[in-house]
């Protein structure tokens, strides 16, 4: 996607003002965990998601990107990502996936998750659970590897783990991580997978969305009329999280994560660096 484009490197004070549109970011996400709900339409969600940002004084970094209609991409069962909020109603036992963004003062945040909606089946609960396992696993990466290519790495372990204890999920590859800052998506590519290529060299004031997207069968996919819509071939479920990561002289920090990412990172030995 990006090549050997230059890569923007932040200041700390960026950092910390990408930090305020990452917080606006989580707020969306709490508040679309709290609305969703069996009987709610995608569009519904969709204006959930508006509010925040309206409220916040923010701008959607979404709508209008490329044409999108819209402030989230909401992504239900079959549908791996770019799912255009609309009639869809959701149902009890649904895996949907948010995929959300805002901008604040010209610097941009953006960070996914899924979920299973009430009951659900203990497949799809796997599912996701495996799926923001991968994303902690490669966002701890950012903090112990030497190259972007050590989030690829870490997913794919996470992936061969769980399948070795019964849980076979596919990796998408044609939608990777990215870097953000001054626009949503900026080179360095962040892939899901290893690669011979290890990628740029991990540095302070790089900033990164680590986004892996599984699915319950086979990952391959394909494209909508509409020109957005990813579902899978084979109608399985797919799951998708992702979070904004700046790289400092003292580590890291998940600007999407109210904590920064301290919690799920220490499970994993990584201690976060906050700037504020």
């Known amino acids: 996607m990006f090549g ?20 606006v970011v ?5 508040a ?5 709900a069996p009987g709610m339409t995608t569009a ?24 999108f209609p819209a402030t989230a ?32 003062a010209g610097w941009h945040g953006d960070a996914a998750f899924s979920l299973v909606v009430g009951q ?25 590897g030497t190259h972007v290519g050590a989030v690829g790495h870490a997913v794919e372990d996470v992936v061969e783990d769980a399948a070795t204890a019964g849980v076979r999920l596919g990796i ?8 953000i800052g001054t626009a949503m998506h900026q080179p360095p590519e962040v892939l899901n997978y290893r690669a011979r290529d290890k990628g740029p060299r991990l540095r302070p004031g790089m900033c990164l969305c680590v986004e892996p997207m599984l699915t319950a069968g086979s990952p391959d996919n394909v494209v909508l009329e509409d020109d957005w819509t990813v579902i899978t071939l084979d ?34 030995g990584v201690r976060v660096s906050p700037l504020d």
């Open 235 to 268: 109608g399985s479920r797919a799951a998708h999280f992702e979070h904004t990561v700046a790289l400092g002289e003292g580590g890291i920090w998940v600007l999407t994560a109210p904590d920064g990412g301290a919690e799920r990172l220490a499970e994993l």
């Open 172 to 179: 998408v590859e044609e939608y990777v991580g990215h870097g």
């Open 44 to 67: 519904d969600l969709d204006a959930v998601s508006a509010g925040v940002i309206e409220r916040a004084g923010a701008t959607s970094n979404f709508l209008g990107y490329n044409g």
């Open 26 to 30: 989580a707020d969306i996400h709490a």
């Open 120 to 144: 659900g089946t203990e497949a799809d609960q796997a599912l996701v659970d495996v799926t923001e396992r991968a994303m902690w696993a490669g966002i701890a990466a950012l903090a112990t």
């Open 4 to 23: 050997r484009e230059k890569i923007e490197y932040k200041t700390p004070e960026q950092v910390r003002a990408m930090r305020r549109a990452g917080l």
């Open 32 to 36: 679309l965990r709290e609305a969703v």
């Open 73 to 104: 991409c909401i992504s239900v069962n079959e549908v791996i990502v770019h799912g255009i909020p609309g009639d869809r109603v959701i149902r009890e036992g649904d895996v949907v996936s948010f995929d959300c963004g805002a901008v604040v």
